[in-house]
Each structure stands twice: as structure tokens, then as C-alpha cells.
């Protein structure tokens, strides 16, 4: 004859019922200190840039970035104009502590900007852009590097050994 299921489960004692307890209590703030911690990283972007102390782009921490603000076609240029007075867009950009390396009208594209800055300040640049442009203009970003003194090195090198060309 087969024992019946409920026959050979003993009820659990007291102290077997507390340590289980205390270790679902365990298991319970644990999961909740890390839902904390993962959930306080999660968050996007905050509202506003921190403060910049004084971040200068030196060799060792600058970096170029390249800008393509994509006019709207669609819309006429003093609606385009309107809309980033609106956003207030020459307020914000370019951010504090941002050198705006060249800044120029390309045709068919819109506008081209490259920036120097210090890594730690591409949040902000990305920030003043995503408050004040869009909506008038779709973005795009590009890294960059200054190759200006390679191809001039490059060039007097041909140069140098062909001389009489």
C-alpha cells in the first residue's frame, strides 16, 4: 500500500517556519536594494547639463565632434528661424566650455558644425541639441580628427622627392 502524499509531508516546525521567514525577508531586500541601485543608473538624461568648472579640452581629453543639423525642407526658413528663437537655441548651444571650430552652411544639408571639447562635455552638447534644435532640425554626429597636419606632411613629402613637377 502506497502512503498517501499528504502522509509523508511533515507540517514545518516553528523554527523551521522563522528561518524561512528571515531568509524570504533576505531574498526580499536584496531584490529591492538592487532594483534601487539599477534603477537609480537607468534614468535618461537629466533635465539640465551639470554645472561646468571651468572643463578646458586639452590634448589628453578633447575631442571633435562634427555637427550636421538637417534643415526641415518642408518648412520655410523663417518658421525654421522662429521655432529655434523659440527653443531658444543660441542661448544653449554651443555649451559652456564647447569650441566651435568651424560653423558653416552646406547647401542642401543645412548646417555643418564642427566643435572641440572635452570628452566630459558631450552630454551637454547632446543636451542643448536635443532641447533646442530638434524640431527644426534632424541631427547627426559625427567623431572627427584633425588631419590637416598629416595630409600637409604627406604632401611635402611627394614634394620633396619629386621637386621639378
Known sequence: MMPHLNDTHKKPTIKRQCNMRIKFKSLLMCTFLLSAIFSAGANAQPAAPPEVKHVVATPD???????FLKHDQ???LGELRAQMAKQEFYKAFP????EVVSW???MGIGHVI???????????????????????YTTEFFPTYDYKAIAQAELNKVRQANPAQ
Not at 564642427?114 to 532641447?131: G, Q
Open 95 to 98: 555649451p559652456a566650455g564647447v
Open 61 to 67: 581629453n578633447a575631442i571633435m565632434l562634427t555637427v
Open 104 to 106: 558653416n552652411i552646406t
Open 114 to 136: 564642427v566643435l572641440r571639447l572635452p570628452a566630459s562635455r558631450l552630454a551637454a552638447v547632446n543636451l542643448a541639441l536635443e532641447n533646442t534644435a530638434w524640431g527644426s
Open 74 to 76: 518642408s518648412r520655410p
